[in-house]
């Protein structure tokens, strides 16, 4: 499980609709790495 927060700012270059996981209004968390880049994009 990688847990680094380069990692989890890089997550934005995903293939994945980053919508997803960057509106609050339609938080669609599959992985924690997901949770810990948008917890760190939401401060």
Do not use: F, G, I, K
């Amino acid at each position: 499980m990688r847990q680094t927060a380069p990692e989890a700012v890089d997550h934005t270059r995903t293939p994945a609709p980053e919508t997803a996981w960057q509106t609050p209004d339609y938080v669609v968390v599959e992985t924690a790495l997901e949770v810990t880049a948008y917890s760190l994009n939401a401060r």
